[in-house]
């Protein structure tokens, strides 16, 4: 298989030691199941924001480094939108492949990052 730009950014993360081996494994995992979940190309600017995030994240969560929390407002605009129930859904299949517990905050952007790829998908 031809490697892809996402590709080539899972393995810079790896490469600048923000994720392990392992976890970029889980990263691919994640982006697989992202564009078979929400229908988005590989080439999606917000599926690679979504795979730096995690990736951050986990960095984070290695280092103990704290995380400011979503604006309460961005996350309630999330549960108002139609799209809440799925991207809650895909939300927590993410969470389930990579092997890290993620903090709340952390959570709530992934869900954040979902619900922004199902509607940019639903206004294709």
């Known amino acids: 298989m031809e490697r892809d730009e996402l590709d080539e950014r899972i393995e810079v993360l790896r490469s600048c030691g923000f ?3 392992a976890q ?22 917000v599926l690679a924001t979504l795979v730096t995030h995690v990736a951050a994240a986990l960095r984070r969560v290695r280092e103990g480094e704290p995380i400011t ?4 407002e961005t996350l309630q ?4 939108s139609p799209v809440y129930e799925e991207a809650l859904r ?8 990579i ?5 709340d905050a952390e959570k709530d952007f992934v869900l954040v990052h979902v619900g922004g790829l199902l509607l940019s998908q639903a206004n294709e």
Request: aromatic share 0%; net charge negative; hydrophobic share 35%.
């Open 19 to 21: 994720v392990d081996d």
């Open 90 to 97: 895909i939300q927590r299949e993410l969470l389930d492949i």
């Open 99 to 103: 092997s890290t517990e993620l903090p």
């Open 69 to 72: 929390p979503l604006a309460p």
């Open 24 to 45: 970029a494994r889980e990263l691919e995992g994640m982006a697989e199941a992202l564009v078979r979940e929400c229908g988005v190309s590989r080439e999606s600017e």
């Open 77 to 80: 605009d999330v549960r108002e």
